[in-house]
């Protein structure tokens, strides 16, 4: 098997996903999985809905089209506001998407109309995040807007948080946005059918215990794929955190010290010499580098330390124990190191059943793990 390759255990997500449904359900909150970061990968998809969501989302076309040719029919969403230059292949692919343009908006609705079909929008609301979104005070007048437009449909509301600037989603966030939904109703009639309250980073709330409002809808990726929670990092207890694993190769092991200057005639030599002493360490190089995952976003095995990264090169540290040339590393992922990876055409993507090893790791497949593993 090649490396470096993405392990990827589809039990563990279909089983994250029904977690959260079950645990939302009594919310009167559903769960939409975004597939964003695994590129809209047909498997991980199936996955989320075989555990309870009921239908996907994701922020590129690419990923949505791939998610259709692989015979995905449930409802999906586009989460980045469309772009103009791709409204008729996401009116074509998407039953709906969420919008903050009136311009947008229209040219949806005019594709729609175009392909014999309406098409659904999300208003998004701006409430601190400061990305995307619609001020609150402007919301009416463009969803009374969307209702009186052929070819669109004002699907509901929904807002970001914590995705560019904002904090983690409050109690009286919600109940604001609840609020916005009641007042949209008032002037345009009972068409809020969706309150999407965020995503993986508005879980802290919504399985507490305050009142739900009008939000009946999360959009989940993080909390699905990784089990983790993405404002504090922690694991989201009850969620396996290890569904995705980098599995990387060994290249070169060298004893190496650490490099100090010596008082040479040429200051170039002077800076490139190395001196004895008890600085010994073993380096090994990983052939995994920048273009393949973000390295910052890696989680080493104990006796493993992380020195640095280049485009093509992961540079590691032990003592007293040297890895083997030809074995494999095991490398947890967050979101950011786990949405590179997915993303580069040479990290190899399998799916694979993990069962778990001996001492409770999950087993590779080749069997190739360092001597130190």
Not at 128 to 143: K, N, Q, S, V
Not at 240 to 251: G, K, N, P, R
Request: overall charge neutral.
């Amino acid at each position: 098997m090649t490396a470096p390759r993405m392990e990827i255990d589809l039990s563990k997500i279909r089983q994250n996903t029904r977690v959260l449904v079950d645990r939302l359900k009594p919310r009167g909150i559903t769960v939409t999985g975004v597939t964003k970061a695994v590129c809209g990968h047909p498997g991980i998809a199936k996955a989320m809905l075989a555990g309870g969501a009921i239908g996907l989302a994701d922020a590129r076309m690419a990923n949505v089209e791939r998610m259709r040719a692989a015979g995905i029919t449930c409802q999906v969403l586009m989460i980045r506001t469309p772009m103009l230059s791709q409204v008729e292949r996401v009116v074509s692919s998407c039953e709906a998407s969420c919008n903050t343009e009136p311009g947008v908006i229209a040219s949806l609705a005019a594709a729609a109309l175009r392909q014999g079909t309406n098409h659904g929008i999300i208003l998004m609301v701006e409430m601190g995040d400061l990305r995307e979104g619609i001020m609150p005070e402007d919301l009416t007048d463009i969803a009374l807007q969307v209702t009186r437009t052929p070819g669109a449909l004002l699907r509901g509301i929904g807002a970001n948080f914590a995705c560019l600037a904002g904090p983690a989603p409050t109690a009286e966030d919600m109940a604001a946005l609840s609020s916005l939904a009641n007042g949209t109703e008032e002037v345009c009639g009972p068409f809020v059918d969706v309150v999407a309250g965020g995503s993986s980073a508005n879980l802290l709330w919504a399985l507490g215990t305050g009142p739900a409002g009008r939000v009946n809808s999360l959009r989940l990726g993080e909390a699905i794929l990784l089990g983790t929670d993405p404002v504090s990092g922690n694991p989201i207890s009850g969620l396996h955190t290890d569904a995705f694993v980098l599995q990387a190769e060994v290249i070169e092991t060298k004893a190496k010290s650490k490099l100090a200057p010596l008082k040479l005639s040429d200051p170039a030599l002077s800076a490139l010499s190395l001196i004895p002493g008890n600085h010994w360490k073993t380096r090994s190089i990983l052939a995994v580098g920048l273009q393949d995952t973000d390295p910052a976003g890696l989680t080493f095995p104990a006796a493993v330390s992380y020195i640095g990264a280049t485009s093509d090169h992961l540079v590691v540290e032990t003592t007293n124990c040297p890895l083997r040339i030809g074995s494999e590393i095991r490398l947890r992922v967050n979101y950011s190191a786990l949405l590179r990876a997915m993303a580069a055409p040479d990290v190899e993507k399998v799916i694979c059943s993990g069962r778990p090893a001996a001492d409770g790791r999950t087993a590779s497949r080749n069997g190739r793990h360092a001597a130190l593993l």
